[in-house]
């Protein structure tokens, strides 16, 4: 098996991995600090180690993009609630080497938008988020398959996809979703109105949405990856017509991330059941 490691902080960590799987019979195509951009990575890679936590994990999409290598999250940072193990964890090198694994499909979105810089990677796999820079906030007119809802008055607003349902989107009050979800969460960030919840739309709509500002702009994030556009700015977002190959190395993979890193449902009452 050809094997990837990136982390984006280079530390033992990677060198004890890289070790471990050469000792089983892996073999170690690019690691470290061999990635500068998506060319770096060999196309006859069968897995895809992202040694890190969260972030590291998203920026793990921008090298692996259309190709489908498989990619799985080892767990070197805090939360890590995209990540399939902790790095502590003993098995998890024996069980991808002999394939003890699942492979979900997780849908990217895609933005068009003139204002992007060039070679900035269009694709997003927790959300599209647009947020003030300034003091002012904005008005966010949203389109959905060409119908406008009524303007946003908010400091922001929030394109989540079932993968990223449990980030950004749910400390602004959206849902959780579970990841086999085709549909989209539209969030609003601290919007100046009572009358305003998160809403939940099919994961093949267009979405066009644009802004005002009294500020300089707005910033508009994919995932972790930011860039400044001005007012008056046109932003289309719609499904990618490709998708990140998610590794879980168990069933309830997102149930169980629920309960223990975010602790749902925890509940006194519940520790004899």
């Not at 890679?45 to 090298?63: A, E, N, P």
């Not at 579970?178 to 989209?184: A, K, Y």
Request: net charge negative; aromatic share 8%.
């Amino acid at each position: 098996m050809k094997i990837a490691l990136y982390k984006r902080d280079r530390n033992d960590g990677i060198e004890a991995v890289r070790r471990v799987l050469r000792e089983k019979g892996a073999s170690v195509v690019c690691y470290g600090e061999d990635f500068f951009s998506c060319e770096d990575l060999p196309a006859d890679t069968d897995l895809f180690l992202s040694l890190g936590g969260d972030g590291t994990f998203l920026q793990s999409l921008t090298f692996v993009r259309d190709r489908g290598i498989p990619v799985a999250g080892i767990n070197f940072g805090h939360l890590g609630f995209l990540t399939t193990a902790r790095a502590d964890e003993p098995g998890w090198v024996d069980a991808l080497l002999s394939g003890r694994y699942t492979v979900e499909e997780r849908s990217l979105l895609r933005v068009t938008c003139a204002e992007l810089p060039d070679g900035f990677y269009p694709f997003a796999l927790n959300e599209v988020s647009l947020q003030r820079r300034g003091t002012g906030m904005l008005q966010i007119k949203v389109c959905i398959e060409g119908r406008e809802l009524p303007t946003y008055w908010a400091d922001g607003l929030v394109i989540a996809t079932p993968t990223g349902s449990t980030a950004y989107n749910l400390s602004v009050g959206g849902p959780v979703v579970m990841p086999s979800s085709s549909v989209m969460v539209v969030a609003p960030v601290a919007p100046h109105n009572l009358n305003v919840r998160p809403l939940v739309v099919p994961m093949d709509a267009a979405i066009e949405l644009s802004f005002r500002s009294r500020g300089p702009g707005a910033l508009l994030t994919l995932d972790n990856r930011p860039c400044e556009i001005p007012s008056e700015t046109t932003v289309s977002i719609v499904r990618g017509r490709y998708g990140l190959r998610y590794v879980s190395l168990s069933d309830d993979n997102f149930i169980h991330a629920l309960q223990t890193k975010l602790f749902w449902g925890e509940d006194r009452r519940n520790a004899n059941r």
